[in-house]
């Protein structure tokens, strides 16, 4: 089976700290993504990546970078944080072989921004 | 744009009963559509694919069909049971880029006993 890991189930931070969130995928995925999920907005993608050291925008990469050094991790950054970041984080892992599109899901970090 | 809706946010009906959920979408014509489960606090869970020569897929208790004229997509659930009780999301190929994937937001059933 699949498993894709998130460094945390709960988290709080005050505004304006780093925030660093983790995933790990162990089933040697090229394509990893992150996602917030916020109650009527659904699931938006923050940013995804392709392979190691390769990234690309989704649709709100505004205030959040990623990090891709293993291929089967994938990091989250929020610079600086602010309370409008409040939301659950769910990070997601695709192989880029065959025709398999699944995406495989960790089971989310709900973040709180005080 | 790309844009898809799922039909009412909250859906209920009787345990035994069948389920239909609607996804629809506009400007794009999807090679494939996928359906998710989601449970309260947790991820969404891959459930079915279904591709745009596939008029239709069964997967034990789950039937998906797939009208591309319509720009349709509708999940069964039949003889549906309370443990059947979460959001269901719908996802299609974004249309800037076929390695992402764009979430309806969902529509939430319960199955009540």
């Known amino acids: 089976d699949v498993k894709v890991t998130q460094s945390s189930r709960y988290l709080v931070k005050r505004t304006g700290e780093k925030v660093f969130l983790e995933c790990v995928q162990d089933?040697?995925?090229?394509?990893m993504f992150w996602y917030r999920q916020d109650p009527g907005l659904g699931l938006r993608l923050i940013y995804f990546?392709?392979?190691?050291?390769?990234?690309e925008k989704g649709d709100i990469p505004e205030g959040y970078s990623v990090s891709r050094e293993k291929k089967e991790r994938f990091s989250l950054i929020l610079e600086s944080a602010s309370t409008n970041q409040t939301s659950m984080y769910l990070c997601?892992?695709?192989?880029?072989?065959?025709?398999?599109?699944?995406?495989?899901f960790g089971p989310g970090t709900r973040l709180t921004v005080t | 744009s790309q844009k898809i809706e799922q039909n009412s946010e909250a859906l209920n009906i009787q345990e035994g009963k069948t389920a239909t959920l609607t996804c629809n979408y506009t400007?794009?014509?999807?090679?494939?559509l996928q359906w998710y489960r989601q449970d309260p606090g947790r991820g969404p869970v891959f459930l079915l694919l279904?591709?745009?020569?596939?008029k239709e897929k069964r997967k034990e208790r789950l039937k998906v069909t797939f009208d591309t004229t319509l720009k349709q997509s509708l999940f069964h659930i039949t003889a549906s049971q309370p443990a059947d009780s979460a959001t269901y999301l719908c996802?299609?190929?974004?249309?800037?880029?076929?390695?992402?994937?764009?979430f309806g937001s969902g529509t939430q059933l319960t199955v009540l006993p």
């Open positions: 997601a892992s695709r192989t880029g072989q065959g025709t398999s599109y699944e995406q495989y």
């Open positions: 089933m040697d995925h090229e394509n």
């Open positions: 990546s392709y392979d190691v050291k390769m990234k």
């Open positions: 400007n794009y014509s999807p090679a494939y």
């Open positions: 279904i591709r745009e020569n596939e």
């Open positions: 996802a299609l190929p974004s249309s800037g880029s076929a390695r992402q994937l764009t």
